[in-house]
């Protein structure tokens, strides 16, 4: 049978449906509530220097700003027009004039005390720039001296010794693309990508579960099916336009749950700009929610299967879906020994929730034909993400949730084509169209027509410690090669972070903007190239929706603020290649984009269409409507397999919390305001429960330290609707309480959570005068988690 393709673009509802309103005053009046009309406003006063173009970006462009895919005004779910405020929030970065050369070559020291938003609004990179060791400036130095200078130093070093790293701002998989060759042709395995610290335990638990590294369901599949699960996820601030999707799930009966530590207001009521009704009257988006703690998933869901278990000891057949399970999964016997062996105290001491609520959950889904199962940072930016996700994906299996109209599993993506990043081989475990097997390995070096490297690269957080390895270690990078990303601001431990981009010998930032990262001093120099946005790349590009929809972004004429000496991405990776080996350059040469797009249609089969892209609109869904269609997986032997997970113990002792960050009003690190329109919290507010306040004798806005044996955060109390026990700080501001070198064990990413002691500002620091804090030595810390 063929795959199902996607139907395209549907209707939305007409009626209103008052049930679902917020409140029947006006725009929410008297509300906190973001100020979406206001906002556009100031937006568009910001870019009235280069209107005209801004306006053909939103019209015409793809949105570089959150991954759900919106080409000009329309995507691929419901019909007429969407724009967003974080889509409108990024397009300043596209449309702004040059940094001022009387700004941008002053003292170093001088643009340190701007911060990394402060940096961005200075404006674009103009021009080539260098500081070499001792310099107090940036000075301007040609392409090709720039170029040279980077060339000639990996010439001199072990391949091992350097290593490329794109973030998602924008890039497209053209880009992508060739950094991932070129980097095979200069003979690194050290590439990688900015889902290693967002959404890499996803692929690596969809791949072990079910054989694929992708949603399998579309935002069609939300629209109609009977729950659609949120777990960790504000998909409505991340992503602004998916509120309307749920609002139309929602006439169409739809329950919206959502499984978070904090009741998320945005979660809750949300007011969706662009839809009358919504706009007027406000959104109830969630019908429930379920206050688990954090990194108390796996025991949570572990509860809704022993509920299914006892139901069937019952009566066969009331929550399990057999003919399914016998058909398409494997490992059903020992994931129900595990599930059984666990206690019912056990699972509500570390989900924080009670057995009467974890059988409300289990019974609705076990009583629900279809579900869909989204899911975001909450399950994934832990030391245990890739078990959090598998644990999510036994709950699809087990219910046959999987591979057809409103039933599937979804990584809720944060960041324009970082979904194409590792599909294009930007990623030290993959290359394109599979992973590092003999077999592909084999068939990519007959495309290419080069060996590669054999030996393992590092993940980025490896990477940055290997900087500071002994001087003859034959791993100590000693050039960094960045396109994009702020490691200050989305690494933990940012002191070390700045420690090691210091002992760089050359950094290389390839960029449209300067960021903090960007001002650290290097052994023997700094390099900064301007880059094109994705919308002045030469012959437009490509990039992938979370519901792998692979959208072409044309290039957009008429920017009035051009930077002339800007140049497009994956032109700069050729041009290095040429000049670091020039005699076989030609074997990753590309005349355009038209190329890449033909060759990445050979080097990944399942992108075979991104050939056929080639104006504004063009679009292909990659491996149909749903992927695991009738429940075949792409797996050895066409299953899906349930993987038994074990409860992680935090190492939590009785009076510490665990603390988990959030994002504000914010695109990743990247601050649009200082105090979140959504719930009022300012950047160093520390959201917490009431009750552990009083517990605490801590009123509201009092100043109180959180530390531990890692850092200190100084910050203010503000309570929230949130599990007892439990505290979120923003990121990045609250990084410098996480340790460095503790990853998840199969996709690398760092832990975002830690335990903590709380205590009033004044009782701290009236203890710290008397007592000495004993600093950790790492060598005794054993890891938590």
Known sequence: MGKTQHPGPQKKAMLPAPKYWVSPIPFGLGKIKPQHIRDTMKIAWDNKDNIGYATRIITKGVCDGCALGVSGLYDQTLEGPHVCTTRLNVLRLNTMPAIPPEILHVDIDELRKYDSSELRKLGRIPYPMIRRKGERKFSRITWDGAMDLIADKMKKLDPKQYSFYLTARGITNESYYVA?????????NHIDNASRICHAPSKTALKRSIGVGASTSNYLDWIGTDVLLFWGSVASNSSPVSSKYMLEAKKKGTKIIVVNPYREPAMDKYWIPSNPESALFGTKIADDFFQVNIGGDIAFMHGIMKHWFDMEDKEYGTAINHEFVEEHVNGYEELKKIVQEQSWEGIIESSGVSKERIIELAELLANSKNAVYAWALGLTMHSFATDNISQVANLALLRGHLGRKHAGLMPFRGHSSVQGSGEMGADPFVLPGGGWDEKNVERIEKLWGFDLPKWQGDIVGVTLENIVLPEDHERKVKLFYLSGGNFLETMPDPDFIEQALSELEIRVHQDIILNTSTLVDAKEAVIVLPAKTRYEQEGGGTSTSTERMVYFSP???????????????????????????????????????????????KANPDYDGIQHLKKQGDVFQWGGAWLCEDGICPTPDGRGTLIPVDIPDLNKKPEQFIITSRRGKQFNSMVYKEVDPLNGAGRYDVLMSPVDGQKLSIAEAEGIVVYNGFGVFQGTAKFVDIAQGNLEVHFPEGNYLLPRGRYEKFAGIPDYNITVTVEKAERYHARKDTQYLEKPIAELETEVG
Do not use: C, S
């Open 180 to 188: 991932a060759k070129v980097a095979r042709f200069l003979e690194t």
């Open 555 to 601: 290039e957009i004429t008429g920017n009035k603020n051009m930077i002339e000496e800007a140049r497009a991405e994956w032109k700069i990776y050729l041009d290095l290649a040429k000049r670091v080996k020039p005699e076989t350059a030609h074997l990753v040469d590309f005349a355009d984009g038209q190329a890449i797009r033909e060759e990445i249609a």
